[in-house]
């Protein structure tokens, strides 16, 4: 299923969402909750990574860059 791309252990704060925002690194923003504004992006780690068209990349459970196969196309109607 998933592969990991590399190891960054980073401890994951409730209320905040981690990607990898479009320079490859690893970022956080606050998360909106009720009448509390979200935002204000903050990079956590530079990794770099450079990206391969049809793979998503996402922060895992452990806290690591990993990637999986989009899943393109479908059942036709």
């Known amino acids: 299923m998933a592969e990991k791309v590399k190891v960054c ?3 994951k704060e409730k209320g905040y969402l981690y990607y990898l925002d ?3 690194n ?3 923003s606050k998360m909106a909750r009720g009448k509390e504004k979200g935002g204000g992006a903050e990079v956590v ?3 770099n990574i450079q990206r391969e ?3 998503l990349y996402f922060i895992d459970k452990e806290g690591d860059v990993s990637r999986a196969k989009m899943a ?3 059942k036709k109607q």
């Open 45 to 47: 780690e530079e990794t």
């Open 9 to 11: 252990n980073i401890n």
């Open 72 to 74: 393109r196309g479908g």
């Open 53 to 55: 068209k049809g793979y």
């Open 22 to 24: 479009k320079n490859g």
């Open 26 to 28: 690893v970022s956080r």
